[in-house]
């Protein structure tokens, strides 16, 4: 054991023969936090709902820098305090509102859309407008690294103590695990950000009692932090507040009269989202100054039913809470399956809408993400719906949003594949920038062959308005146009007010390339100054947490560690992007890959500990060899199977490098003499990965493949020589 770490330690009680249930319970805990932060704090400050890992990032950072230095004083107040500052400033209406306008700030850098744009042609407005936003988004971030820090010197310390390395580590990744589904389930059952803390609180507490010299100073600590926690989740003037595995949804009351509301507003993470209106004729026409007569029937929600003779059989995709379905029960549907992933919206549309549609008998709703949707179902539809399906929340681990893959040129075609003979297609979106529209009517003129009609509604009581698309059968859409009258003259109307002309030229989405939102493969500049500041954030961090030359005095053990935590990141972000693809961009499609990347990090300890010969350079051939063949393989061929059979075939098949980069990692990890450092290393190189894949913007996500071969490439270049020579991983009594 190194020197450092036989010194008498004050700081924590360690009780030897707790060593592995207490790194259990810290994976458990630091696993957890991190994802009640990145869900968190990705919600209520929207800037970092864009920039999707950056959280993560932050909090890779902080366990790292806390395992290179796990040999100083470890000290709970400095997790608990900084975490208390931050629920603070979240409770504090001025402060929460100047955070969560730090989005519009970096708006102004216009090459990457951000909703809540702040238009402005003054340079210098636009500069003050970044640097203010930067500053905040620094500040932010410069607590969560604050926060982690002591927990991964803990665990450093409790890994480097153990005797056995496998076993400890199989421990760390079983704990990493449950800590995941902990919060897997806890937002299943839609519990608000009060039971987080709560049950952090509960962890954390056994923590303290275990290990702290000072339990009541941390004690009280997680008492203000769990009564914070409540105050945080209040939201004034609200009838309903749920937190789904997706995002937060807030329901407020809009136009009340006397037999209750009949007009509801939806929020989701704070920002607009939909508004569950009345639109029936016998309440539309008892209000003619809200609703214009001559519009009666001709609301956005009406006219895709409008394009088609017999609209029998209508498919929504993006369903919401049920404005589309009931203008499909209006016009006589009568068949409608109405698509929406997020279960609370729903729920909330069953418990709300004013026209109750989701309870008409010929409505059909499926809890589903449309592309796996598309690729199950084998009904055909008389009309599609892609109903203002624009997301307003992101996962955590890639730089797709929820709508991403909905708008591919791959999405379109098995779309176009749903519809019968004679079929109509509505595509409606609210495109921020020409080249989003121009985006849009390419792909449809690309899969369809023929240009959309198109035409800007406005926002009205009728709706929020958009640009509508409308493909698939166009002579039979042209002949209902000039068949009625009031339709056609709408339409006609529509199209003088607001002219659109698209030169069908921007870059179409694909599930390779799927960023709606930016105008060429590129990466915005944003990422860019979010690079920079992740290394003034390392830079400062190591000099507050007393980690001098960080970096410089790696040696070759620390660049192989950090070669294989960076390639490991980017496989996990290319698995979750390919997997969303096939089985839906759904929280369940996360959690399982993620779950089954640390079952192959736990299969591969396994593999380590019984065939101890098992040379690494063969290890190494069959892990690049597997990495590179993925790159050929469409994992789209397996759609057509059952959604549990897809999961194992889909999971195994991206996983399956894990296996051997896990043998790889654990090999070298019973081998090296600082635990901490090696980890602390691979941590880094995480955080590395996590950034780096902003390249996907440039590059797209297969490519991904090849940068996580290089980097294995170089881990194997980067191998001690002592790691590669004899057994792959020494017997459990000689593992130190």
Same mark, same amino acid.
């Given at each position: #054991? ?88 979240? /409770? ?61 010197? @803990? ?12 076993? +400890? ?62 105050? +945080? ?36 993470? %704070? ?92 409505? %059909? ?75 849009? =009517? ?39 146009? %000039? ?25 179409? =989405? ?72 096939? @089985? ?15 079952? #192959?990090?736990?299969?591969? %300890? ?76 691979? #941590?880094?190189?995480?955080? /590395? ?48």
């Amino acid at each position: #054991m190194h020197a450092e770490h036989t010194q008498k330690r004050k700081d924590l009680l360690i009780v030897p023969g707790k060593i592995a249930w207490s790194v259990f319970l810290i994976s458990v805990v630091g696993l957890f936090l991190e994802m009640l932060l990145i869900r968190w704090i990705g919600t209520e400050i929207r800037i970092f709902a864009y920039l999707q890992n950056t959280i993560l990032v932050a909090c890779f950072l902080g366990i790292g820098l806390g395992l290179f230095s796990s040999h100083q004083q470890i000290k709970f107040q400095q997790t608990l305090i900084p975490l208390s500052i931050l629920l603070i400033l979240m /409770v504090i209406p001025s402060v929460r509102t100047v955070l969560g306008n730090i989005s519009e700030a970096l708006s102004v850098l216009d090459d990457f859309v951000i909703w809540g744009l702040f238009e402005t042609t003054d340079n210098l407005v636009k500069i003050s407008l970044v640097v203010i936003g930067l500053i905040g988004t620094y500040c932010l971030l410069f607590l969560v690294v604050d926060i982690f820090v002591p927990l991964g010197r @803990l665990l450093g310390r409790l890994i480097d103590d153990h005797p056995n390395t496998i076993w +400890v580590y199989s421990v760390n990744v079983a704990g990493s695990l449950v800590g995941t589904w902990l919060f897997v389930f806890l937002s299943f059952f839609n519990q608000p950000p009060f039971t987080w803390f709560l049950v952090f609180g509960g962890l954390m507490t056994i923590l303290v009692i275990w290990f702290s010299r000072n339990i009541k100073t941390n004690l009280a600590l997680l008492g203000i932090i769990v009564a914070l926690s409540w105050f +945080v989740g209040l939201v004034p003037n609200s009838l309903d507040v749920v937190w789904s595995p997706y995002q937060k949804l807030v329901v407020q009351g809009l136009v009340q009269d006397d037999t209750g509301f009949s007009k509801y507003l939806v929020t989701v993470n %704070n920002t607009g989202y939909q508004a569950m209106a009345n639109l029936s004729d016998t309440f539309t026409s008892s209000d003619p100054e809200r609703f214009q007569p001559e519009k009666q029937g001709l609301s956005q929600y009406d006219i895709p039913l409008l394009l088609h003779p017999n609209p029998k059989n209508y498919l929504i995709v993006g369903a919401g809470s049920g404005n589309d379905a009931a203008g499909g029960i209006r016009n006589g549907a009568k068949n409608i399956t109405a698509v929406e992933i997020d279960p609370a919206i729903i729920s909330l549309g069953r418990k709300y809408h004013p026209e109750n549609p989701y309870t008409s008998p010929s409505v %059909n709703v499926v809890n589903n993400d449309a592309r796996s949707f598309f690729a199950t179902t084998t009904e055909k539809f008389d009309v599609i719906s892609f109903s203002l399906l624009d997301s307003h929340t992101t996962t955590a681990m890639t730089n797709a949003r929820l709508d991403h893959y909905v708008y591919t040129r791959e999405s379109i075609e098995q779309a176009k594949s749903l519809l019968s003979d004679g079929g109509i297609m509505v595509l409606t979106f609210e495109p921020t920038k020409n080249y989003i529209g121009d985006r849009m =009517a390419n792909v449809l003129q690309d899969v369809f062959g023929e240009e959309p009609i198109s035409f800007r509604i406005p926002r009205s009581e009728y709706g929020w308005g958009g640009v509508m698309f409308i493909s698939g059968d166009l002579d039979i859409a042209r002949n209902q146009i %000039n068949q009625n009258q009031l339709f056609e003259a709408y339409i006609t109307e529509l199209q003088q007010i607001s002219p659109l002309s698209f030169p069908l030229t921007t870059k179409i =989405a694909t599930d390779d390339w799927p960023y709606i939102y930016l105008e060429s493969p590129k990466i915005p500049v944003l990422f860019y100054l979010l690079f920079g500041m992740m290394l003034l954030l390392l830079f400062h961090s190591s000099i507050r947490w007393k980690i001098p030359n960080l970096i410089t005095r790696w040696n070759r053990s620390h660049w192989h560690f950090f070669f294989l935590g960076a390639a490991f990141l980017l496989l996990e972000v290319q698995n979750i992007s390919k997997a969303s693809v096939v @089985l839906g961009n759904t929280w369940q499609t996360n959690a399982a890959i993620i779950s089954g990347v640390l079952i #192959m990090v736990l299969l591969a %300890n396994w593999v380590a500990y019984k065939f101890p010969d098992i040379k690494i350079s063969f290890v190494y051939l069959a892990l690049i060899g597997i990495t590179l063949t993925l790159y050929f393989v469409d994992l789209a061929q397996f759609a057509f199977l059952p959604y549990a059979t897809k999961i194992i075939v889909v999971g195994s098949l991206t996983t399956l490098p894990m296996l051997f980069s896990g043998i790889i990692f654990i090999s070298s990890f019973a081998k090296v003499e600082r635990k901490d450092e090696a980890l602390g290393s691979n #941590m880094v190189g995480s955080l /590395v990965g996590a950034l780096l894949q902003a390249v996907t913007y440039l590059i797209g996500i297969k490519a991904l493949l090849l940068i996580v071969a290089a980097f294995y490439a170089l881990s194997f270049l980067a191998l001690p020589q002592q790691f590669g020579q004899g057994d792959g991983v020494p017997s459990p009594n000689k593992t130190r």
